[in-house]
């Protein structure tokens, strides 16, 4: 069935560096790569996505980049904060004849340490 | 508008027991999903829904069931709690043309003994 890898399970940086978390998925048919930030006891919120006819797209310090034809993708957080500490996921989103189909990665856990 | 809602915020069952989980949107999206958490793992999809009267199952969808009468609720039952279901419930929507972009409840905690 489908699948979505992600890498690493846990990331610790010093504030002020980046990180990069990678995935990759298994459907041919995924078209949307979203990302989600959970905080601790809360729900995931989306931070950034992709879609598959863009190779790259940023939001101030969020970039997130798709290589379609390896299907990877990846999510740069450049200057990070202790706020940017969270668990991140990535997903891959693909339409069904019953909707919107979208497989998780596992999630990282990414320590920004002050 | 109040988003995607879930009740109940927590749960506690004996094993056998059956409960449903209710969610609803006041959003008009097409689209919505059941995913459940466990600890260290990603969500993993259950069951999801185009609109009434459409389902499909996900990654997980044994010892489940849904339904879908209207736009607005997609009610995820539990048939026979087992102690391997206890976990965190997350009910997503999404409207349809938006690309897949998924609005998530606050989740309902389950604990099946």
């Known amino acids: 069935g489908e699948n979505v890898e992600q890498h690493p399970s846990t990331l610790s940086v010093q504030e002020g560096d980046s990180a990069v978390i990678k995935c990759t998925y298994s459907d041919s048919a995924s078209n949307y790569f979203p990302w989600y930030k959970q905080e601790l006891g809360k729900r995931p919120q989306l931070i950034i996505d992709i879609r598959s006819n863009v190779g790259e797209k940023k939001d101030q310090r969020i970039a997130v980049t798709l290589n379609k034809t390896a299907k990877h993708f990846s999510l740069h957080i450049t200057e990070t904060q202790p706020e940017d500490s969270a668990v991140y996921f990535c997903?891959?989103?693909?339409?069904?004849?019953?909707?919107?189909?979208?497989?998780f990665g596992a999630g990282t856990r990414l320590f920004v340490k002050a | 508008n109040a988003g995607v809602t879930q009740t109940p915020k927590f749960q506690v069952l004996k094993t056998g027991q059956s409960m449903t989980l209710q969610c609803a949107q006041d959003?008009?999206?097409?689209?919505m999903s059941w995913y459940r958490q466990d600890p260290g793992m990603g969500l993993r999809l259950i069951h999801y829904s185009v609109g009434a009267g459409i389902t499909d199952q996900g990654e997980v969808p044994n010892g489940y069931n849904v339904s879908r009468s209207t736009t607005e609720d997609f009610p995820l039952r539990l048939l026979s709690a087992a102690p391997s279901q206890t976990s965190v419930y997350f009910c997503?929507?999404?409207?349809?043309?938006?690309?897949?972009?998924?609005?998530f409840g606050p989740g309902t905690r389950l604990l099946v003994l």
């Open positions: 959003m008009n999206h097409e689209y």
């Open positions: 997503a929507s999404t409207l349809a043309g938006a690309g897949g972009t998924q609005y």
């Open positions: 997903a891959a989103s693909s339409l069904r004849t019953g909707g919107f189909k979208t497989i």
